[in-house]
């Protein structure tokens, strides 16, 4: 009997794998594309971790070929054993995106983009020869994602690496554009509000930049991470910027909403996620301006998708928005 229960617990799994397979077939989705929804847990670190082996730290920055008399060496890897596979001359401006934390026989080698016209090449050159140089910023454009994507430290996807993965939503400015398509696709490069740089796929960026607060009748609704500052004329009347205070505009007073904001504590945390689904069960009714904030999806009810929004906006998959 248990040697029994044992092997239908064991061969359930393949069945249903073989199941799932067949009904994937018969409606023509082998070939698809698929998304995959990857947890997200509390402290996880921002940066991704670094491939095993050698000890590198992933950046965005321009350098200048500092050699002296001959043009500079890009290699094919971190070491003088590579073959050479381009020359960069005297002052050229390279795109560097990773930085040797060791050493190889003395050497720290840097990976590094060398672009001439239409000719990209990626490899390695010694940093001994690579000058420092403030980016040169050709455009600057506000841009929005349309959905959540990768920032990565260079262009394309075969030779560059995820620094952070961006929620829907996120404002950022194009500071350069590539004219060249690399792994299918038109890379700008950008700049994030705290500075950070990187590469994102154009075509997950719209023109525009995020509202942060609407006048709607008494109430002054803000999206979270929003400031005084960021409401022209407004004054904070106490020391809370969360759902619940008030503030005056140009000598007008109104309400404030914190969208996600359910105590009034002006943060988005799982406390308020919380509030929302104990009010969906009936466990704890909210009430009051707490109602307000808690319709984040602004239909007038407080549903399993206000839950949804705030939760996601924690997990950074989709940040809430006006």
């Not at 670094?50 to 070491?79: A, E, H, M, W, Y």
């Not at 454009?141 to 620094?163: A, F, Q, Y």
């Not at 808690?294 to 996601?312: H, L, M, Q, S």
């Amino acid at each position: 009997m248990y040697k029994y229960q044992y092997m239908q617990n064991v061969s359930a799994p393949y069945s249903e794998a073989r199941t799932t397979k067949k009904a994937y077939i018969n409606m023509g989705l082998m070939e698809s594309g698929f998304n995959f929804i990857v947890p997200v847990f509390e402290n996880m670190p921002v940066m991704a971790s670094p491939r095993p082996g050698r000890i590198t730290t992933l950046v965005t920055d321009n350098v200048k070929v500092t050699t002296q008399n001959s043009p500079l060496s890009i290699r094919s890897g971190p070491s003088t054993g590579y073959n050479i596979i381009a020359k960069a001359n005297i002052g050229a401006t390279l795109i560097r995106i990773e930085k040797a934390e060791d050493a190889y026989d003395g050497i720290y080698w840097d990976k590094v983009i060398y672009i001439v016209g239409s000719q990209i090449t990626i490899g390695y050159a010694t940093r001994e020869y690579l000058g420092e140089i403030q980016t040169t910023q050709t455009v600057n454009e506000p841009k929005i994602t349309t959905e959540m994507c990768n920032l990565r430290n260079g262009p394309g996807t075969t030779e560059s690496r995820v620094k952070q993965v961006l929620p829907s939503g996120t404002a950022l400015t194009v500071i350069d554009k590539m004219n060249i398509a690399i792994d299918g696709h038109i890379w700008y490069r950008v700049m994030l509000t705290d500075g950070t740089q990187g590469y994102v796929s154009s075509a997950f960026l719209q023109n525009g930049t995020i509202e942060k607060y609407k006048i709607d009748g008494t109430y002054v609704k803000i999206i979270p991470g929003t400031s005084i500052a960021d409401i022209p004329g407004a004054v904070l009347n106490g020391n809370v910027l969360g759902t619940g205070a008030s503030i005056t505009i140009d000598g007008v007073g109104y309400n404030l909403i914190v969208l996600g904001d359910v105590n009034g504590d002006g943060n988005i945390t799982p406390a308020d996620y919380v509030r929302i689904k104990n009010h969906i069960m009936g466990v704890t009714p909210i009430d009051g301006i707490y109602t307000v904030g808690a319709d984040v999806n602004g239909d007038g009810n407080i549903t399993p998708a206000d839950y949804v929004r705030v939760k996601n906006h924690i997990m950074d998959v989709i940040k809430i928005c006006l």
